[in-house]
């Protein structure tokens, strides 16, 4: 028989908390620990970390410009000039942008999963990003990505 402070006044129901009667559980790794990023967040910080070390060589040249992260790729049957690809694959996209009364200004997306799936770790994840990112603005610039690199 169950004790009566185990029980919900009103109810002949026990109250549940878990097997040991500890509670739910909380985070297993504080949020302050590497481990506690997602696989987004470490993409995302890899994006910003090229993107910040382009804007402090080429400010003038990259104002305006804008960098986003998407997942996957639109489902397009025939990808047009803008999109760089491997294997079909798109990896990232430059959207040169339109000048005039209702301006967008260009911008760079680079798709999360396909570039994860092509890298074998996370050095290697970083440098593919970063050679990705280094040929998109080159082709925005209009230079050869070696003299960005």
Do not use: C, W
């Not at 990003?129 to 280094?134: A, G, M």
């Amino acid at each position: 028989m169950t004790s009566p402070e185990h029980r919900r006044p009103g109810s002949g129901r026990r109250v549940h908390r878990d097997r040991h009667g500890r509670g739910l559980r909380g985070r297993l790794v504080p949020a302050t620990v590497p481990l506690a990023r997602t696989k987004a967040e470490v993409f995302d910080d890899l994006v910003l970390d090229t993107v910040e070390t382009l804007e402090r060589r080429f400010a003038k040249e990259l104002a305006g410009v804008e960098f986003a992260v998407e997942d996957v790729p639109p489902d397009l049957n025939v990808y047009d000039s803008d999109v760089l690809e491997d294997g079909g694959v798109p990896l990232a996209r430059l959207l040169p942008g339109r000048p005039g009364r209702q301006e967008i200004p260009p911008r760079i997306v680079l798709y999360r999963r396909p570039l994860e799936f092509r890298a074998m770790d996370r050095e290697d994840l970083a440098d593919l990003v970063h050679d990705v990112i280094i040929e998109q603005v080159a082709n925005l610039l209009g230079v050869d990505p070696d003299e960005l690199a």
